[in-house]
C-alpha cells in the first residue's frame, strides 16, 4: 500500500501510459539519468529498462529512499541519495549525457527549476529535462512573450531553455489524486545564451521590475539604473508594464547592472 506525506508534497505517477509517454520524450539508452523525487520508483523501473548508463535517484522521504535502495540494491548502475534537492550539491554528479527527470513536489517545483537553470555549462552537461509541473505554474513557464502568462518565470525559463514538448496529466494518473491537472515539460538546454555573469542578477533584475506589475515601470527601473544606463537599454518605454516588456530587453538590462560592478 502507497502512503503520502502532504508535507512533501507527494503525489505518485500510477499510469503506465503517462510513463511510457514520458520515457519516450528522449533517448536514455547510455545516458546517464537523475531523478529527482522517484518516489516508490513506477518511472525509475521502466527507465532502467531502457539501459542507461548510470542513474542517480534523489528522494528526501528517508521511507522512500530505503525502500528504493532496498529495490535496486543489486543493480550496480543505480546510486540512492537521501537528500533535499534544493540542499543538494548537482555537481558531484554531474556527467555528459546527462538527463534529468522529476515528478517535482508542487510547492517548491519553480525553486527546483531555477536551481537547474543555474548549473554552469549547463548545455556541455545536460541534453534533456523531463519534469512535471502543476499546470497553472507549467503555462508560466511555457508561455510566450506577449500573453497573460508571461513573467518573470518565463524570462528566467527562457534563458537557458528551450520547450521541446509538452503535454497534459489527469489528476486520474496519481495516487492520491491531486485537485489540479499537471503538465510535462521536456527541455533543451540552449547551446548559446546571451551573456550574463551570474543568474541571480536576472532573478534580482526581474524581481524588482514586477514587484508592482500592475505599475508602470518608470519608478522601479531607477532603483536599478541612473538615467545614462537606461538611455544605454535602448528601445524601452518607460511607460510600459513589466509584462510589456520582452524577454531579451531584461537580458540587456542585466548585462548593463552587472557592468556597473
Known amino acids: 500500500m502507497k502512503f503520502s506525506k502532504k508535507s512533501l508534497g507527494q503525489n505518485f505517477l500510477i499510469d503506465k501510459n503517462i510513463i511510457k509517454k514520458i520515457i519516450n520524450l528522449t533517448n ?3 545516458c546517464n539519468i537523475v531523478e529527482i523525487g522517484p518516489g516508490y ?3 525509475t523501473t521502466e527507465i532502467l529498462k531502457l539501459e542507461p548508463k548510470s542513474f542517480h535517484i534523489i528522494e528526501k522521504d528517508f521511507e522512500l529512499f530505503s525502500k528504493l535502495k532496498f529495490k535496486f540494491r543489486n543493480d550496480k548502475r543505480v546510486f540512492t ?3 533535499d534537492i534544493l540542499k543538494f550539491d548537482l555537481k558531484k554528479i554531474l556527467k555528459k549525457k546527462l538527463i534529468i527527470f522529476g515528478n517535482l513536489p508542487y510547492n517548491i517545483s519553480s525553486q527546483i527549476l531555477i536551481q537547474i537553470i543555474k548549473i ?3 548545455s556541455t552537461m545536460v541534453d534533456d529535462i523531463v519534469f512535471m509541473f502543476q499546470k497553472e505554474l507549467g503555462e508560466k513557464i511555457v508561455c510566450k512573450f506577449p500573453s497573460k502568462n508571461y513573467g518573470r518565470l518565463s524570462i528566467i525559463s527562457n534563458y ?3 520547450v521541446k514538448n509538452k503535454f497534459l496529466v489527469s489528476p486520474n494518473c496519481f495516487f492520491p489524486k491531486p485537485k489540479v491537472n499537471s503538465i510535462v515539460i521536456h527541455f533543451k538546454p540552449k547551446k548559446k545564451v546571451t551573456f550574463i555573469k551570474n543568474l541571480n542578477n536576472l532573478e534580482k533584475v526581474t524581481n524588482i521590475l514586477f514587484s508592482n506589475k500592475r505599475k508602470m515601470i518608470n519608478k522601479n527601473i531607477k532603483k536599478l539604473f541612473n538615467k545614462k544606463e537606461i538611455e544605454k537599454i535602448g528601445n524601452i518605454n ?3 508594464r513589466p509584462s510589456e516588456i520582452e524577454p531579451n530587453i531584461y537580458y540587456k ?4 547592472y552587472e557592468s556597473q560592478k
Open 28 to 30: 536514455i539508452k547510455n
Open 41 to 43: 520508483g513506477a518511472l
Open 81 to 83: 541519495h537521501n537528500k
Open 120 to 122: 554552469k555549462n549547463l
Open 160 to 162: 537557458k531553455l528551450i
Open 238 to 240: 518607460l511607460s510600459n
Open 253 to 256: 538590462m542585466v548585462k548593463i
